[in-house]
């Protein structure tokens, strides 16, 4: 934008805020820097990018072994919860007991 330098490409954990201002980090982003002033210029492929780590945000994957998913399966059902809300319950109750 400001027309003085040359633009290079760069891989840069970039930190982002959300519409609610939380913080997340897109790590080893693309993107053009201006050598002059340090613009940062995004592609469309870094907008993705950040949208698509932006939805996963604060979410974690986990895989079970199937005799620990059916253990958790049982114990949610017991307890009226999906197995979501119980694993997360389960790791918010271990978490304060430490």
Same mark, same amino acid.
């Given at each position: 934008?400001?027309?003085?330098?040359?633009?290079?490409?760069?891989?840069?954990?970039?930190?982002?805020?959300?519409?609610?201002?939380?913080?997340?980090?897109?790590?080893?982003?693309?993107?053009?820097?201006?050598?002059?002033?340090?613009?940062?210029?995004?592609?469309?492929?870094?907008?993705?990018?950040?949208?698509?780590? =932006?939805?996963?945000?604060?979410? &974690?994957?986990?895989?079970? @072994?199937?005799? $620990?998913?059916?253990? /958790? !399966? +049982?114990?949610? =059902?017991?307890?009226?919860?999906? &197995?979501?809300?119980?694993? @997360?319950?389960? $790791?918010?109750?271990? /978490? !304060? +007991?430490?």
């Amino acid at each position: 934008m400001c027309g003085q330098g040359t633009t290079h490409i760069e891989k840069l954990d970039y930190k982002l805020k959300d519409e609610n201002g939380r913080e997340f980090v897109v790590p080893q982003l693309e993107v053009e820097v201006c050598g002059f002033c340090g613009e940062h210029i995004f592609n469309m492929q870094a907008v993705r990018k950040a949208r698509q780590t =932006q939805g996963r945000a604060g979410k &974690i994957l986990i895989r079970l @072994q199937p005799t $620990l998913q059916n253990a /958790l !399966a +049982a114990r949610a =059902q017991k307890n009226k919860r999906s &197995i979501t809300q119980e694993a @997360q319950h389960l $790791l918010e109750t271990s /978490l !304060a +007991a430490n």
